[in-house]
């Protein structure tokens, strides 16, 4: 079991980041052959990038759903991402070209991804009786208090003044 922070807890981060989210869906479930093969595609990438930290991951979390499948990547910088992506010898290469010519665009399995570049200044998160998540896996945790408790305070935008949105 892992310790739940019993704090308001937000993160600081060192350097801009890369927030990449990648998933599939099954569109065609009796089609086994097509959907299991990028199913288990996507785990032995993410094995491979935990074990070699030098391509740039810093950090996954697979969000698992009906027919669906999701994982939240956060990784270095951009570069990294795309020369990972790009790389012969590493493990999304043959898993991309294979899915190609297996599923291509018949619409038996789908696939997505979001690419999302974050300013070290851009970003807010915040944590309540959680275990370390997200960006607290990855970025330094400090205590949320004072400005750094409400949302536009941990992106440095002042104080709460509703009366500019009419409120």
Not at 38 to 60: N, T
Not at 102 to 117: F, K, L, S
């Amino acid at each position: 079991m892992t310790a739940t922070n019993n704090d308001y807890i937000t993160v600081e981060m060192e350097d801009d980041f890369v927030v990449f989210l990648t998933g599939m869906r099954i569109n065609k479930w009796w089609k086994v052959w097509k959907w299991l093969p990028v199913f288990i595609a996507m785990p032995r990438m993410c094995r491979e990038l935990a074990r070699r930290p030098e391509l740039g991951m810093i950090h996954y979390r697979y969000h698992p759903g009906f027919g669906s499948m999701m994982v939240v990547q956060y990784w270095k910088s951009f570069e990294h991402l795309h020369a990972y992506a790009s790389h012969k010898g590493c493990a999304h290469v043959p898993a991309w070209r294979s899915m190609n010519k297996a599923v291509g665009t018949n619409g038996d399995v789908g696939t997505w991804h979001e690419t999302y570049m974050v300013k070290k200044t851009d970003y807010e998160c915040l944590y309540v009786n959680m275990p370390d998540h997200g960006l607290g896996k990855v970025g330094t945790k400090v205590i949320a208090k004072g400005k750094k408790r409400t949302a536009k305070g941990r992106l440095g935008r002042g104080n709460d003044d509703w009366s500019q949105l009419g409120v």
